[in-house]
């Protein structure tokens, strides 16, 4: 009788095996994500079918494009007959369809302005970058309006200096009556801006001149107006609106009535009508032989438009704010601003980010109305463009070039949302 085998035991760990190759990479994610059902099986040939047509149309197209031809005739020359676009009429318009009709010479000011406004903007945007450079944060919209617009640097300047003015009046009235604080300095500004800034600035403009050729808005004009009105109104609008739904809720029965009383008017106004008024009815009301600037009335405009919406979008995150953090602010004995600044519009704004940025965005493209008024933006200066002999009968090459600005813009605006919800989020499990 032979003897049965003592037990095994494996005295070494067998070696990590790879996953099967449905359950990790590319397959895995194609199978939970576009094939994990009857339906979603269904919806994914569906989208390839169409893409893959589209694509099979389209390809030609771009494939086929013209760069260097100087009319359309030209272009249809060069393509004999084949289907291709004629992109050269964006590069014989580029620098029209960017700056408009700003003198050739002087393109260097706003290409500057544009690269300060990006430098301004980084010590607000990511917690990286210095914080003594929100001192330059400060004064960029007066250098902007200098570079811009040229004429006399202290001018912009002053008027910057105007809001210190006002904040000083405020801190010192507010110590004593805080009712009449915010009524004296907003008068204060208000008398400054009138008389003060140009008996001094004419002062310091015969000692000191620092002044460029002077602009005017008549020349502005293509994605460079649209990046002035937008940016100018999303600067403007989110401190507005902050002061709007504060005010919405606020226990003073005549703010409240006056906030929502404007926010409700505005937002049951179109953004057209608004511009209509800034470009024709508003001279009635200013007094005889008075130069408004037509782009200032236009921001204005735009600006009370998007505060509004703003307000709203605010006020829903101030809303979603628990009762119990405005009673840990007051168990804290933290006054009303003061509890504001440090609990309650943090927490509420940071609630808010996606609202706030999908009103910067209506906001950015709401900028092409300004062609109803005359202003000539990217969508007016196609008109132009098509109004010349040489490009008379192109409509897609130019409303593709404008679509696809206005994306990277709105684009990036939407991928830095995203990246500023993520920084922000504190709720991680």
Known sequence: MTALPGPYVRTEMLPQQPPPIGQAGLLRWVRENLFSSVL??????????????LVRHMLPWFANSVWTAGSLTECREMLDGKTGACFSVVADRWNQMVFGFYPVELYW?????VVLLLAALAPMLFSGVPRQLLWFSVF???VAVWLLWGGSLWGPILATVGFGIAFMVYQSVARLQALLAAP??????????????GLVAGVAQSIVPLDLTEVRSHEFGGFMLSVVIGVTGIALSLPMGILLALGRKSDLFLIRTVCIGFIEFIRGVPLITLLFTASTLLNYFLPPNTNFDITLRVIIMVTIFAAA?????IRGGLSALPTGQYEAADALGL??????????????????????VNTFIGLFKDTTLVIFIGLLDPLGLTNSIRADVNWNGIYWELFLFVGVMFFIVCFSMSRYSMYLER???TDHL
Do not use: C, D
């Open 140 to 142: 960029y919209p007066a």
């Open 109 to 113: 000011r706003p290409i500057l302005a």
């Open 309 to 313: 919406y703003m307000a709203e979008v």
């Open 40 to 53: 979603n099986a269904t919806l994914t040939l569906v989208t390839i079918l169409v893409v893959f047509s």
């Open 184 to 197: 004296l300095a907003l008068l204060s500004l208000m008398v400054w801006w009138l008389w003060g800034v």
């Open 335 to 356: 006054n009303y601003w003061k509890a504001q600044r440090l609990i309650i519009m943090p927490q509420a704004l940071k609630i808010s980010i996606p609202g706030i």
């Open 423 to 425: 920084r922000l989020k």
